[in-house]
């Protein structure tokens, strides 16, 4: 939701806990629904033509980690 980040700042994962970052070691981020990237203009949003950079959070779960390094063989 560009330019309501402040809005929700108190729900942001990393806010409520800070100390989480200090293990994460790899951060791949994957949108559901294959979102257009978007720049800022000045005041406006306009699509660039390629795709939202996306990410998957995966856990110290191996059944997890093995999916996602399933998805990103899978999809190059």
Do not use: C
Not at 24 to 33: D, F, G, N, Q, R
Not at 51 to 66: F, K, M
């Amino acid at each position: 939701m560009p330019g309501m980040e402040l809005a929700f700042a108190e729900q942001d994962w990393f806010t409520r806990n800070p100390n989480a970052e200090n293990s994460i070691v790899a951060y791949i981020e994957m949108e559901h629904l294959g979102e257009i990237e978007y720049r800022e203009v000045g005041n406006i949003l306009e699509p660039t033509g390629l795709v939202e950079p996306t990410a998957l959070w995966v856990s110290n779960n191996q059944q997890l980690i093995d999916k996602a390094i399933q998805a990103v063989k899978d999809n190059q």
